[in-house]
């Protein structure tokens, strides 16, 4: 049995201004600013600060690039205060700190996000050495929006691609989540990191870009389209396990052919404060099940009821909480049927 111990995630480092807006403009008209609050943005700085929220019993460590600058300041502080490691969280003089405008409606929680990449755009491969980690798990994201790793390379389809296969070859099991882009790249950047990735982690939107299927139709999730799609990320290369994660719950298809899905919990009307970062509190909850080798219906649960945490903040990672209030969740509010 491997004694390798820990989660240690990388990719894009982000400090998110939360501004919540009465309502969603029309170009040239105008929308007020109710609030606004500074938080935690990008994968690897949510899922690991929901994982720390969540009491995860076993180390957390941060691989990546910031500014040096006040945000810079604001990421490695906030990582120290809650126990994550940042010995490989290096940084640059030459780009200031990723940041992300996320401008939520108030009421729907719906989000928008205008990105600044920054420092994360010069993130690369020297960045990551997996002989120095003895974590079991590496979760990279996000693909699309990361410049450096989403590069070509001859030898394993992308950058991003390589630095999962040497992970891999280091003894680490391997997760990657994508960003809600609204481009034509998703096959071409994707599809190469699957081949090196045992757990691949996304939504319904991106699911479906990947791979071509309309998920979400008028009249809601198209559970065979979705199907469909897992199916063919796996066939893409998924080593072990596709998960996709939606409003209405989680589901899951592993190589060995076995579906599992779990239903989103029941929200009372008005908890919901925000959405964004909700994704990554699935993922997060995921991992925290995979690291401790819950069942897959177990993972899933984790997943939508750190999700389901989440929705109670206006920033990314406000709402989480111990795992056992994360759950209570749904053992006070029930759980959503979803259709087989």
């Not at 300041?73 to 126990?83: N, P």
């Not at 990191?193 to 998920?215: P, Q, S, W």
């Amino acid at each position: 049995m491997s004694s390798r111990h820990g989660i240690l995630a990388g990719g894009n480092w982000i400090v998110d201004a939360v501004k919540i807006i009465d309502v969603w403009p029309q170009q040239d008209a105008l929308a007020n600013i109710t609030s606004e609050t500074r938080g935690t943005g990008g994968s690897p700085f949510n899922v690991l600060v929901d994982l720390a929220a969540m009491g995860a019993p076993f180390p957390l460590d941060a691989v990546g690039l910031v500014g040096k600058d006040g945000h810079g300041e604001y990421i490695t502080s906030t990582c120290r205060h809650l126990g994550i490691q940042t010995e490989h969280l290096q940084s640059t003089a030459a780009a200031p700190t990723s940041y992300t405008d996320v401008m939520t409606v108030k009421g729907s929680g719906r989000r928008t996000f205008f990105h600044a990449r920054g420092a994360n755009a010069l993130l690369d491969s020297d960045h990551f050495d997996f002989s120095k980690t003895g974590a079991k798990i590496f979760h990279l994201g996000y693909l699309l929006l990361l410049d450096g790793l989403d590069k070509p390379c001859a030898e394993f389809g992308t950058v991003a691609a390589g630095i999962l296969a040497r992970a891999q070859a280091a003894g680490l099991r391997t997760s990657v989540d994508v960003v809600s882009e609204d481009s034509e790249r998703f096959a071409r950047i994707v599809l190469p990191a699957l081949k090196y990735t045992d757990y691949c982690i996304m939504n319904e939107f991106e699911a479906g870009r990947v791979t071509g299927h309309k998920i979400r139709t008028p009249e809601g999730l198209d559970m065979a389209a979705l199907r469909a799609s897992m199916e063919q990320l796996l066939e893409a290369g998924v080593r072990e396990r596709v998960l996709v994660h939606f409003p209405e719950g989680g589901c899951s298809l592993g190589r060995d052919g076995v579906w599992t899905q779990h239903g989103s919990v029941i929200l009372p009307e008005g908890y919901i404060k925000g959405a964004a970062g909700a994704g990554d509190a699935f993922t997060a909850g995921v991992l925290m099940g995979w690291h401790e080798q819950k069942s897959v219906e177990e993972q899933l649960r984790l997943g939508v009821c750190a999700a389901a945490a989440n929705l109670s903040e206006e920033t990314c990672t406000g709402g989480l909480r111990p795992m056992e209030e994360c759950l209570a969740l749904g053992t006070s509010y029930g759980f959503r049927p979803m259709a087989g």
